[in-house]
């Protein structure tokens, strides 16, 4: 298993600005992820971020406006870039540290609020 | 391509009634399927999954997932309800050798005294 954090766990944000999120890990792990989600809603996949390779997104998401950082194997960042009240969700990052298990372990999230 | 279902937005339940939540799959190869659960203002737990061996998955919690490959499905079952496991629960799916974990839309359960 892998315990993760995150910060901040919830910001309001003026629109225009930009905000980077911070997910450390307990343990080294090759794979991580960055999802959002609206409350009570299901899981969108922003990107993956391996260490030691540019971050691979997923349709509709960009690298401008979400750069991901991947230093080393315990700790990533996620900027929201140039945002409006439509970023407003759930940002959470995971992580899945087994060989072969699959089993993904996610962070308790960063609330975002544009105004 | 992979995708995973979740009839059913809302399952209500007695305490003490036995629960089931449903998903169904598909996926090119062979399925890893699993369950997740997220209680109110926290993130996501890992319940349990299948990957391969008996049909009948146990996880944590009393909850058990049964694999159907005829079916597609990997419902989640738990014999008693407790109101402490009134939550939001996903499905999700990855194809064998895959790198992405497909998420289903959520299913949120509700337990009453």
């Known amino acids: 298993s892998a315990v993760i954090s995150q910060k901040p766990s919830r910001d309001i944000c003026q629109r225009g600005t930009s905000l980077t999120i911070q997910c450390q890990v307990d343990?080294?792990?090759?794979?991580m992820f960055w999802y959002r989600q609206q409350p009570g809603q299901s899981l969108t996949l922003i990107a993956t971020?391996?260490?030691?390779?540019?971050?691979?997104?997923e349709s509709g998401f960009v690298i401008d406006k979400f750069p991901i950082s991947r230093p080393n194997l315990t700790f990533s960042t996620l900027t929201v870039s140039n945002m409006s009240p439509e970023d407003s969700s759930i940002y959470l990052c995971?992580?899945?540290?087994?060989?072969?298990?699959?089993?993904?372990?996610f962070g308790p999230g960063t609330r975002l609020l544009v105004l | 391509a992979q995708s995973v279902a979740q009839p059913e937005d809302q399952v209500n339940v007695a305490e003490g009634n036995p629960l089931t939540v449903k998903c169904t799959y598909s996926?090119?190869?062979?399925?890893?399927l699993f369950w997740y659960v997220q209680y109110p203002n926290r993130g996501l737990q890992f319940l349990l999954k299948?990957?391969?061996?008996?049909?009948l998955v146990k996880g944590s919690y009393g909850f058990e997932a049964e694999f159907n490959k005829s079916q597609t499905s990997f419902h989640l079952k738990k014999p008693s309800a407790l109101v402490s496991d009134s939550a939001l629960y996903f499905c999700?799916?990855?194809?064998?050798?895959?790198?992405?974990?497909?998420f289903g839309a959520g299913t949120r359960l509700f337990v009453k005294a």
């Open positions: 971020a391996n260490q030691g390779s540019e971050a691979t997104y």
């Open positions: 343990s080294q792990v090759t794979m």
């Open positions: 996926v090119s190869g062979n399925p890893y």
């Open positions: 995971s992580v899945e540290p087994g060989a072969g298990g699959e089993t993904q372990y």
């Open positions: 999700a799916v990855r194809d064998t050798g895959g790198f992405k974990t497909i």
């Open positions: 299948y990957i391969t061996g008996d049909n």
